[in-house]
């Protein structure tokens, strides 16, 4: 149990206190009215004495008293009615409630503060781990134990009103004062007529009540004397006449008033009264302190202000005080079972109003002074000591003396006891077995009642061992008689008088008590006594620190099945659980789980009874230990009935944080039951916002808000596609966030960037946002231009099984705008609705997130003026779409719209958008603690406007061949008011597009230039150009092609360079598909400026990704070679030969029927294709499914005039056609993607050739360079399509990059075969340095050689023996440099099989030569060869060795040629 103020050896004799009546004239009660009190209430604060007391008891043995108390009260001559006793109970339980902030209510732990008795709840801490030591260091500790004034209180006038009834004595009158003024007429007549009246009261059967203790009642003579008003000399007079009447020991005067009330206030004087007046009467209460919430009163009078000693009754018949209507009568009017705190009986306020100003600063005791203070507890004391204490000492001798003299009866009684009870107590089943006779009554001279009256007064003057052994003798006698109602009294008393005697000489029987209550409830079903017994063993129990079993006591009696039910039943079932959950606290091991659970119990009896206020603390303290436990449906229930209970007393705020907690913990109620809750939230709400209509607007708690998820985008929708109109992708909140994708897209920025500022990235760029998101960088202010919208996407997640309707969403905002300067406006602008000429807001009418489920809302914005803005969050009306019945049993609160029907309910709130910025860790503080940077994505300037570029694709193709070659159009569209300039687009993939040439005449004006509305420029031709070369050249600059410029990097060619507002250019667009099959993804970046140069943004871009699928076409192969035939007329550039081999590698996929090889072209700065050598018959170009074609092409060197006249970056470019079109090569689009495909393939090659070069010396690069050759060769073919029952014309083009003589080239990248794994080797590689030295095939090509002859001759051979051949040998020098030569013509090889191959001839003359070749000379040796006889000889024996003239070191190899020279030789 809690902390008592009261001790129980201070509570039970204060329970059980001598009686006193008080009978007063009409005179003496006015006297004391001066002070706005009875007679009794007069004694009430006086009636403890302050010394001991002393008597004999019947052995005539001292007895010492300490701390007697007597009670004085009024004759009321009607017994209380239940119902009245049961309102004043739980009025004196509902105006007790917890002081907020006691410290001694507190238990602090660790970080959690553990709240016993104040109803108020930290709900935000768990619970603290280490509950039982901080429970037992509350137990141990008496200042920090929890207190229960409330039970206390109630505990109190329960025992006070408990009825006097004939089977014990406790509670009867032992004596009367009769009271009468010094200011009447006859004082000593009216004192006969108080005393007769007194006599018929107690002697004449028509009063039942009140009850007397025995029939010659002490009467005591007060005569009361008003100081300021009355004779004292006759009140002396008075007295001295009443003392010879009465004797010295049975009057008193009493001196009063010694002030007028007209002095009261002057001088303070202590009020003794008030505490006293306030427990017993409801008329200073304020237990409805916080609402409208009270009963209805009576408002015909004021006899409703009850109080205990009936002071406002009316004098009627003649007698000084009405006793037929007892004051705890109920008004005839009301009815008792009200609920008292219900809601169905809420009035207006005015009634509490009328309650309270019934006696508005009521002064007790105005007219008395200390010294009156004084009489009084004197006039007490000597009525205890000579009239009361020696009537009892009397009394108790004589009953003493009657119970002697009836020894017989005695012993009679003693022996049929021990026959009965053996000398033990009495069995559990004897009881239960014995009949009822609870009804049985004995007349009041029975030696049985005798024995009990002489218990009960010794029980008052505190001598317990006597009453003791009376209460066990008569206990006995009753059991006897089977009079359950007396031996139940007596087994009660005799376990209370065996605790409180001294010196402790037996244990507490506390089976008395169980038995005692047992035969109340069971067999008398008297739950008054029952619950009387269970109060005092309880305290008695909890003394002796046995709380697990005053616990059980108390739960005892809690049940539902209780004979006495209703509001009584409940209220005290409420406290005795309040205390058993207190007793489990305070054990040695306190059990909390039980403390909270019977807190619950109680809880829901005191919400029963109608004391809502403790309902909800009770709920409140249990909370404390459920909360955090994941026993989530226990909190749901907890926090349901701590808002319904909160909502009744109108603690709205109170009763709206508890709904929401129901729903914001992830529940585990059903649908139906969540539902339920969220209705009960919406109203309560509503009724809190109808509270203040123009306040804040609060925060709501669903649906939840991912606030990291939330995404800003800047700018408007993108389009949808019209026809073959296709807008640029851009940015959209559709797209999901890539991390690499937008690393490619900053380098793509970066580089447009550079550009503009001369290689250079300014310090201050930071790459264009329009997307931010939780991966963005938000560190800084985000940029929104004026005029264009601003959405937010925010991420809803619904957490209830219920669908939740949110109406009316918009975005919380405040704008700061600035005027044109840029200087801050002074005043601010925060309201959403005020100001929507500032900035426009959307707002969705309706917005449904099913049960569950996760949904984005986006919200736009419309900036119209420049500022700084910031967005708060999100507000929203709360609704939920379908109603229903009520649940679990729990009705809907009135108001509620309950049914099948939609509910119109709703709640206007916001939610606010708080974003944590990403965790710092650069430096060493930001490490070693835990700090976060700053997420400004909802805080975008808005700067002035800007030009807004739009960009549409027409018939971009989504599907091509490898190479093809295909038209578009894109048109640019300014959407803004402002111009724009500066377009540029820039691509990682520039080989992929083309805008054509810078020149108009190297463009092709229309796709309708020739016949099949071929993409290429062309010029039909004769038949007798077919197979010779067409030349023409360009530069490449002309297409963007340069030195030092960067490719990826393409100027759109707007026409004035500037686009006006709303103006819109369409553009040519040519597209060639990648050489590599699959899937591309090709990302375009736009970029563009504004005319007038702002300082915040300096750019803007547009983005476009294009996805290409491209199937497999042609696979060109070709090498080059050198020529041996070195004609003059060819002049001294030499001459090679191309192989080309074209391979239709397409699988039919696309309906590609067959390809065309239409022009072969070439494009060099040194090379030209001259002429096709056919090598077969055919010269039909056309390639099946899986053919493969060979063509061969003679090329030239240009004439050195050409390339001297031309420009470093002037191309030549050769075509030899294979129809009757020539593809104009150096126009757009044929020019333009060779010189891209050209710019990416030396972007490849450079890198790794640039290093090569670095490590070698220049006589090797010399060598080097005559084996390089820059030849190009572009193959331009037709493909025939297929498609729906038409034929279509595909075109397209490949390029073959030549760069080393007798070096395969490709025109698509190979894939590379994985090199195959090598043996592990456990040896040290021998250190092999790079050599220096050119290759084999360097040298080789240094010397070109070609041998002169006649290819057959006819010789004599019988005439002439020998055959003499002359031969010549010519040497080219292919180098720039001065070449040493050696010509050796030794035949070397001995072997059998070269003897075989070369025969038997010899060169007759030199054996070998020494040269010196300039730089590109021809030089020729004229040798003779002998042949002996006929045969096919071979001449190529000649070993040529070259080496630079400038080296020493000989960088010597054989010249060996690439093909043989045969000779035939025949005889004639």
Request: overall charge negative; proline content about 5%; glycine content about 4%.
């Amino acid at each position: 149990m809690a902390q008592c103020v009261q001790s129980v050896q201070e509570l039970i004799p204060d329970s059980f206190v001598p009686c006193v009546a008080a009978l007063c004239s009409d005179d003496a009660e006015r006297l004391t009215r001066l002070n706005h009190l009875s007679f009794a209430e007069l004694l009430k604060p006086f009636t403890r004495l302050t010394s001991e007391v002393h008597m004999r008891d019947p052995n005539n043995q001292l007895h010492i008293i300490k701390n007697l108390k007597i009670a004085v009260s009024n004759i009321i001559t009607q017994p209380p009615q239940p119902g009245a006793i049961r309102k004043l109970l739980s009025d004196v339980v509902s105006g007790s409630q917890p002081a907020d902030g006691l410290v001694a209510n507190v238990i602090t732990a660790g970080d959690y503060d553990l709240n016993i008795s104040d109803r108020s709840i930290k709900a935000s801490v768990p619970w603290y781990s280490n509950w039982k030591d901080t429970l037992m260091e509350m137990k141990e500790s008496s200042l920090n134990t929890a207190t229960t004034p409330w039970f206390e209180s109630y505990r109190e006038t329960f025992l006070q009103s408990v009825p006097a009834s004939d089977h014990e004595f406790l509670n009867h009158y032992l004596a009367c004062m009769l009271v009468a003024s010094s200011s009447e007429a006859e004082p000593m007549e009216q004192f006969g007529k108080l005393s007769q009246e007194q006599h018929r009261i107690q002697h004449n059967n028509d009063y039942s009540y009140p009850k007397w203790f025995i029939p010659n009642t002490l009467k005591y003579y007060v005569l009361l004397h008003d100081v300021s008003a009355g004779d004292e000399q006759r009140a002396e007079s008075i007295y001295e006449e009443m003392k010879q009447k009465y004797g010295t020991q049975g009057c008193y005067l009493l001196k009063i008033n010694s002030r007028t009330s007209n002095q009261a206030s002057d001088e303070q004087i202590p009020d003794p009264w008030s505490q006293y007046l306030q427990k017993n009467s409801i008329q200073n209460q304020e237990s409805y302190e916080d609402g409208p919430c009270t009963i209805s009163s009576n408002k015909n009078s004021d006899s409703n202000l009850l109080s205990l000693d009936g002071l406002d009754n009316e004098v009627k018949d003649g007698l000084p005080n009405n006793f037929r209507a007892h004051p705890l009568q109920l008004d005839s009017s009301s009815d008792p079972s009200n609920n008292i705190d219900g809601p169905d009986h809420v009035k207006s306020a005015s009634s509490l109003h009328e309650t309270k100003k019934a006696n508005p600063g009521i002064i007790h005791g105005a007219c008395l002074t200390l010294t009156d203070h004084d009489r009084i507890r004197q006039f007490v004391q000597e009525f205890t000591f000579r009239g009361l204490l020696p009537h009892i000492e009397k009394t108790i001798r004589q009953l003493n003396d009657q119970l002697i003299s009836r020894k017989g009866l005695s012993r009679s009684l003693f022996s049929a006891t021990k026959k009965w009870f053996s000398g033990s107590k009495v069995p559990e089943k004897s009881i239960n077995e014995l009949k009822n006779t609870s009804g049985l009554l004995y007349p009041p001279e029975a030696p049985e009642l005798q024995i009990r009256k002489m218990a009960d007064l010794c029980f008052l003057v505190q001598h317990y061992d006597l009453a003791y052994s009376c209460y066990h003798t008569a206990k006995k006698d009753f059991l006897n008689d089977q009079a359950m109602l007396y031996a139940a009294g007596a087994l009660e008393m005799a376990a209370v008088s065996a605790f409180l005697q001294q010196g402790a000489a037996r244990p507490y029987p506390a089976h008395y008590m169980d038995t005692a209550i047992q035969m109340y409830r069971d067999i008398c079903k008297n739950m008054i006594l029952a619950e009387r017994c269970v109060l005092l063993s309880a305290e008695i129990l909890k003394s002796q620190s046995k709380y697990s079993e005053a616990a059980a006591l108390l739960i005892r009696l809690t049940s539902e099945q209780n004979t006495w039910k209703g509001m009584d039943s409940d209220l005290r079932s409420a406290l005795l659980l309040e205390q058993a959950a207190h007793c489990f606290i305070n054990m040695k091991s306190p059990m909390v789980r039980k403390y909270a659970f019977h807190m619950i119990l109680a809880g829901h009896r005191f919400s029963k009874a109608g004391q809502k206020k403790h309902a909800l603390r009770c709920y409140c303290q249990a909370m404390q230990v459920y909360k955090g436990k994941g026993w989530s449906l226990a909190e749901d229930h907890i926090n349901f009935t701590i808002g319904r209970q909160s909502y009744t007393l109108r603690q709205l705020d109170n009763a709206v944080s508890a709904f929401r907690h129901i729903l914001i913990n992830e529940s585990k109620q059903s649908a139906a039951q969540q539902g339920s809750f969220l209705r009960e939230y919406l109203y309560v709400y509503k009724n809190v916002s109808q509270l203040s209509p123009d306040g804040p607007l609060p925060q709501l708690p669903l649906p939840y808000i991912n606030s990291s998820a939330t995404r800003v985008f800047f700018g408007h929708d993108r389009r949808p596609a019209d026809g073959e109109k296709q807008a640029a992708t851009h940015v959209s909140l559709d797209q999901e966030y890539d991390n690499e994708s937008s690393q490619q897209w900053r380098e793509l920025e970066e580089q447009v960037v550079a550009l503009i500022n001369k290689g250079v990235i300014p310090p201050n760029f930071h790459p264009t946002q329009y997307c931010l998101n939780s991966f963005s960088d938000n560190s800084r202010f985000p940029l929104a231009v004026v005029e264009e919208p601003i959405t937010v996407e925010v991420a809803f997640r619904n957490p209830l099984k219920v669908p939740l309707l949110l109406t009316n969403l918009s975005l919380l905002w405040k704008f700061q705008p600035k005027d044109c300067s840029g200087k801050n406006d002074e005043e601010v602008k925060e309201l959403v609705t005020s100001e929507p000429e500032m900035i426009g807001t959307e707002v969705i009418s309706e917005f449904l997130i099913n049960s569950e489920e996760s949904k984005v809302a986006r919200l736009k914005l419309f900036p119209h003026h420049i500022g700084e803005l910031h967005i708060l969050g999100v507000v929203y009306n709360l609704g939920t779409i379908q109603g229903s019945t009520t649940v679990d049993g729990i009705g809907a609160l009135p108001g509620c719209h309950t049914g099948k029907q939609s509910l119109s309910m709703s709640v206007r709130g916001r939610q606010d958008l708080e974003i944590q910025g990403p965790r710092l860790n650069s430096t060493k503080e930001e490490k070693t603690s835990i700090t976060y940077g700053p997420d400004r994505r909802l805080d975008p300037i808005i700067v002035e406007e800007m030009p807004l570029l739009e960009v549409f694709f027409i018939h971009f193709p989504t599907g091509l061949l490898c190479g093809e070659i295909r038209k578009a159009y894109v048109e640019f569209v300014n959407v803004s008011k402002c111009p724009l300039t500066g377009l540029k687009v820039v691509c990682k993939r520039p080989e992929f597009f083309t805008f054509g040439g810078n020149t108009a005449a190297l463009t092709p004006l229309s796709p309708a230039a020739s016949e099949n509305c071929s993409a290429y420029k062309t010029v039909v031709t004769e038949s007798t150009s077919v197979c010779t070369a067409l030349t023409s050249s360009a530069s490449s600059v002309d297409f963007g092609i340069g030195i030092g410029s960067q490719p990826e990097v393409i100027p759109v060619p707007l026409p004035d360079t500037v686009l006006l507002p709303g103006a819109s250019v369409q553009l040519p667009l040519w597209l060639r598909g990648p050489d590599e099959e699959g899937v591309h993804e090709i990302n375009f970046l736009f970029y563009y400026e504004s005319v007038k140069k702002l300082p915040k943004i300096r750019h803007r871009i547009l983005r476009h990704t294009a996805v290409i699928c491209t199937s497999r076409s042609l696979n060109v192969r070709a090498t080059v070679c050198r020529s041996n035939s070195l004609e003059e007329e060819e002049g001294r550039g030499g001459n090679m030969l191309v192989f080309v081999d074209v391979e239709n590698i397409n699988t039919s996929e696309a309906g590609v029927k067959e390809f065309h090889i239409v022009q072969v072209s070439s494009s060099s700065k040194h090379w030209k294709l001259q002429k096709s050598v056919n090598l077969s018959e055919n010269k039909d170009a056309k390639l099946g499914s899986r053919e493969k074609g060979k063509f061969c092409f003679k090329a030239i060197r240009c004439k050195e005039k050409e390339v001297a006249t031309q420009s470093s970056e002037k191309y030549t470019f050769a075509d030899i056609i294979f129809g009757n079109e020539q593809i104009i090569s150096s126009a757009s689009p044929c020019a333009d993607f060779f010189y891209r495909s050209l710019s990416s393939e030396l972007k490849k090659v450079q890198p790794s050739a640039h290093t090569e070069k670095q490590s070698v010396e220049d006589a090797v690069r010399l060598i080097q360079k005559c084996s390089e050759v820059d030849l190009n060769v572009v193959i331009l073919w037709k493909a025939y399509v297929v498609e729906d029952s038409k034929q279509l014309i595909l075109e397209g083009q490949h390029h073959v990059i030549l760069h080393t003589v007798g070096k395969e080239a490709y025109s698509s990248p190979q894939k590379q075969e994985p090199p195959e794994m090598e043996p592990l080797k456990f040896f040290r590689p021998e250190n092999t340095a790079v050599s220096s030295r050119p290759s084999v095939e360097q040298l080789s090509s240094l010397i070109k050689t070609s041998l002169h002859y006649p290819e057959s001759l006819n010789h004599p051979f019988h005439q002439k023996s020998l055959c003499l051949v002359p031969v010549t040998l010519l040497l080219s020098n292919c180098s720039k440099a001065d070449v040493d030569v050696i010509v050796d013509l030794r035949h070397k090889t001995t072997s059998p099989e070269s003897l075989e191959i070369h025969g038997s001839f010899t060169w007759l003359g030199q054996t070998q030569y020494k040269l010196q070749l300039k730089s590109e000379e021809i030089h020729s040796l004229q040798l003779k060869a002998c042949f002996v006889h006929t045969g096919v000889y071979n001449l190529g024996t000649p070993r040529v060795f070259a080496k630079l003239s400038d080296q020493v070191t000989v960088f010597e190899t054989s010249q060996q040629n690439s093909m043989p020279a045969l000779i035939i030789i025949n005889n004639v």
